[in-house]
């Protein structure tokens, strides 16, 4: 279980739960490389607007270069990291990056034990997305990295005995809860959709993230169609103090269908949940609001 411990390693904790998936999402990236090319070194150069794009889309609203994690992630055991010439990785800088063509790999055993155990690798796999990412986000990732999609979906990593593993108190029936508080109706929009007696296109979308100690709870959660919660997780939509919708300024949409779905909830008043029912605590949306939604905004 060494490289399952390592891993757990990786996410740097803070007292305010900041987000950090830049060493993450380069794990991920290289787990793709091996599995569509086999091992091979990647050089910085080749590999930074991938990982650029993905640290834009996944990662906080200001993160860090590509050279950050491809130069600090050899201090965790996973990955190794050299010049063309072979000498030592001089910094982060892109420019020095660049100019002493840096490349780097995983770790020799790392990459022989992921190769040899398909389980390990899809252990590794939906560990790291379960500790930096909302698992409405895992296929997105995997899809970005170049993983095979199926991993996205894999088993929860099983309890090892470390007592640090992703948490899996979960509320088997948080989204009926939540579906009841707004009474079936988006919180944004107030969509509502019925097949039968089947509600559908209905989500619990959460405000604080559950790989960051967001609770299953309605006082962390809204009703959401399945595009605005989306899009609530992407960091295009989020909510203000004041419980007005916020729209990130960076998204981009043409038509008339975008903007009456999008663009025009900015500055709107949330739909809250009936009489009787708590709505999101204000420590949540401001952690949303620091963590995930792209401002500034709209309005």
């Given at each position: 279980m060494e490289w399952l411990e390592l891993i757990l390693r990786l996410r740097r904790w803070t007292d305010n739960g900041t987000r950090d998936p830049h060493k993450a999402l380069l794990v991920l990236y290289a787990i793709g490389q091996l599995q569509r090319v086999g091992y091979k070194t990647i050089r910085f150069r080749d590999a930074e607007s991938v990982l650029?794009?993905?640290?834009?889309?996944?990662g906080p609203p200001r993160p860090a270069g590509a050279g950050y994690p491809f130069h600090h992630l050899a201090s965790d055991?996973?990955?190794?990291?050299?010049?063309?010439?072979?000498?030592?990785?001089?910094?982060?800088?892109?420019?020095?990056?660049?100019?002493?063509?840096?490349?780097?790999?995983?770790?020799?055993?790392?990459?022989?034990?992921?190769?040899?155990?398909?389980?390990?690798?899809?252990?590794?796999?939906?560990?790291?997305?379960?500790?930096?990412?909302?698992?409405?986000?895992?296929?997105?990732?995997?899809?970005?990295?170049?993983?095979?999609?199926?991993?996205?979906h894999t088993a929860a990593v099983a309890d090892f005995g470390k007592g640090d593993l992703p948490r899996t108190d979960r509320d088997p029936i948080l989204r009926q809860k939540i579906l009841l508080a707004y009474d079936c109706r988006c919180a944004f929009c107030g969509f509502e959709g019925w097949i039968g007696t089947t509600v559908i296109g209905l989500e619990a979308?959460?405000?604080?993230?559950?790989?960051?100690?967001?609770?299953?709870?309605?006082?962390?959660?809204?009703?959401?169609?399945?595009?605005?919660?989306?899009?609530?997780?992407?960091?295009?939509?989020?909510?203000?103090?004041?419980?007005?919708?916020?729209?990130?300024?960076?998204?981009?949409?043409?038509?008339?269908?975008?903007?009456?779905?999008?663009?025009?909830?900015?500055?709107?008043?949330?739909?809250?949940?009936?009489?009787?029912?708590?709505?999101?605590?204000?420590?949540?949306?401001?952690?949303?609001?620091?963590?995930?939604?792209?401002?500034?905004?709209?309005?």
């Amino acid at each position: 279980m060494e490289w399952l411990e390592l891993i757990l390693r990786l996410r740097r904790w803070t007292d305010n739960g900041t987000r950090d998936p830049h060493k993450a999402l380069l794990v991920l990236y290289a787990i793709g490389q091996l599995q569509r090319v086999g091992y091979k070194t990647i050089r910085f150069r080749d590999a930074e607007s991938v990982l650029e794009g993905m640290l834009k889309e996944f990662g906080p609203p200001r993160p860090a270069g590509a050279g950050y994690p491809f130069h600090h992630l050899a201090s965790d055991g996973l990955w190794e990291v050299a010049t063309a010439s072979g000498g030592p990785c001089p910094s982060a800088e892109r420019a020095a990056l660049l100019a002493e063509d840096v490349h780097g790999r995983l770790h020799p055993a790392f990459a022989r034990d992921l190769l040899a155990e398909p389980a390990l690798l899809a252990q590794i796999v939906r560990l790291l997305l379960d500790l930096n990412f909302e698992g409405g986000l895992h296929a997105d990732v995997c899809a970005a990295a170049g993983l095979m999609p199926e991993l996205a979906h894999t088993a929860a990593v099983a309890d090892f005995g470390k007592g640090d593993l992703p948490r899996t108190d979960r509320d088997p029936i948080l989204r009926q809860k939540i579906l009841l508080a707004y009474d079936c109706r988006c919180a944004f929009c107030g969509f509502e959709g019925w097949i039968g007696t089947t509600v559908i296109g209905l989500e619990a979308a959460r405000l604080r993230w559950w790989a960051f100690e967001g609770l299953d709870d309605p006082t962390n959660c809204l009703c959401l169609c399945t595009l605005h919660h989306k899009l609530l997780d992407k960091g295009v939509l989020g909510l203000s103090p004041l419980g007005k919708i916020m729209v990130s300024r960076q998204f981009v949409g043409t038509t008339e269908t975008s903007r009456r779905l999008v663009t025009d909830l900015s500055g709107r008043a949330f739909h809250p949940p009936q009489p009787g029912f708590a709505g999101p605590e204000a420590r949540n949306i401001a952690w949303h609001g620091r963590q995930v939604f792209r401002g500034p905004s709209l309005a």
